[in-house]
């Protein structure tokens, strides 16, 4: 991929633009092939699934600067100057083409960019995500409510010029930190969710949530996860870090591709974000899915207060553990402590979906009576060291 910013020197972020694709994705294979060694050395490795190498990313996290009539929408440069990124070609072209119109937006709602160094300023960042149908969200991470009634009375402008927006939102950051959002969502529009329909199910976005960056691969994620799922058809299922619900809902109809034991298949996925989990209940709801349920929880306190009296995937005790679980959580990983639960569950099996094979390889240390029965990259994150693995592990 060849970009003018990085060429210029202006933006460095893609720190593997000078490696050929195919280069990139053979270093990141071996990387995860190295981190889980001999001892978690898979029977089977997958062919590394790969996407577009660029216009993958389906969400834009856009800092503001410069000023009123010349905003730029990008990072901030050393000193704390805003540089333009609006032509970044890692976003999805939906993307895009909706930020210079989103920049002319911050010029009419007079949104005073945020200026870090002097901590002045109202506009902190605008962050875009487009779904497989090409509807737009949109949410402005404002300092405070001051400029509300002028980014509501410039609404109707920017639906006008932008008919794909479905979702417009403002989000309060009033606190002068590094982070990218605060926790006061105003949602502006009648629409308060953006449909991700991948894989046949509808994944009901949220503002707050948080959403796979790569939407191809994110499918090809679920994808995988439900074949293994359906290939070892268990009857219940725990989905931890579930988000709004992805692999939840793509393992809730048992046997998709093939012959099931099961009328139905019992799914729980627990998250922190109770809006995630919020809407992960209503993707549940709309698809029909009587089965799954959903909780706002911590995943360890939520694993290790489980019946372990019961057996497995005993029908109607709900809290007891089931017989396959899946975990996808952050870059920190599972931790010892639900490392160490698993490891004494009588659960059969694990499919692991980490986004830091680091942590990925520490947890399998923690759960020796595992193996690893498959295991496959998933470069999500092209032009970057970053990538998702996925394993399947098996009670030895
Ligand atoms: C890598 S994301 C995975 C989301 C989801 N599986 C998906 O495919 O979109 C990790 C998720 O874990 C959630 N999370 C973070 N800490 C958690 C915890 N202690 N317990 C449960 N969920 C947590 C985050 O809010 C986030 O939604």
């Not at 939906?94 to 002045?120: C, H, K, M, S, W």
């Not at 725990?238 to 393992?251: E, I, M, N, Q, T």
């Not at 809290?319 to 899946?326: K, R, S």
């Not at 870059?331 to 639900?338: F, S």
């Amino acid at each position: 991929m060849q970009c003018d910013y990085f060429d210029a020197g202006l933006c460095r972020s893609c720190t593997l633009l000078d490696r050929p694709y195919p280069v990139q994705v053979a270093e990141k294979e071996a990387r995860v092939r190295d981190l889980l060694g001999e001892r978690h050395a898979p029977s089977a490795w997958l062919p590394t699934l790969t996407g577009p190498e660029s216009g993958f990313r389906n969400k834009a996290k856009m800092v503001v600067g410069g000023t009123i009539d010349e905003p730029t929408l990008g990072i901030l440069d050393g000193r704390g100057q805003g540089v333009d990124l609006r032509g970044c070609g890692l976003h999805t072209s939906g993307i895009q083409e909706a930020l210079p119109t989103l920049a002319a937006f911050v010029t009419r709602a007079r949104l005073l960019p945020y200026d870090v160094p002097r901590r002045r300023g109202e506009a902190k960042y605008v962050h875009v995500t487009e779904s497989p149908s090409g509807e737009l969200m949109v949410r402005f991470v404002l300092r405070s409510e001051q400029a509300l009634p002028r980014l509501r009375s410039e609404l109707p402008w920017l639906l006008e010029a932008l008919p794909r927006v479905a979702v417009v939102s403002v989000n309060l950051l009033p606190e002068h930190k590094a982070v990218l959002e605060g926790t006061d969502e105003i949602v502006l529009t009648d629409r308060e969710t953006l449909t991700m329909h991948l894989g046949g199910v509808d994944l009901e976005l949220r503002p707050q949530s948080f959403f796979q960056t790569n939407t191809a691969i994110a499918a090809g994620l679920y994808a995988q996860a439900a074949e293994w799922v359906d290939a070892i058809d268990p009857a219940t299922v725990w989905d931890l870090y579930c988000g709004v619900g992805g692999f939840a809902l793509h393992v809730a109809r048992p046997g998709a591709g093939r012959s099931s034991r099961h009328a139905h298949r019992e799914v729980v996925g627990i998250e922190t974000s109770e809006e995630a989990v919020a809407s992960a209940r209503g993707s549940a709801r709309r698809a029909g899915l009587e089965h799954v349920r959903f909780a706002a929880d911590d995943a360890t306190r939520f694993a290790t207060s489980a019946s372990t009296s019961a057996e497995p995937g005993s029908p109607g005790t709900g809290t007891a553990p089931p017989e396959l679980v899946i975990v996808n959580p952050p870059r920190r990983g599972i931790g010892a402590t639900l490392a160490g639960w698993l490891e004494g569950s009588g659960v059969e099996h694990v499919v692991y979906s980490s986004c830091n094979p680091v942590t990925l390889a520490s947890d399998l240390d923690a759960m020796p009576s595992f193996d690893v029965v498959a295991a496959r990259v998933f470069d999500m994150f092209p032009q970057t060291p970053h990538l998702e693995a996925m394993a399947l592990l098996r009670r030895r």
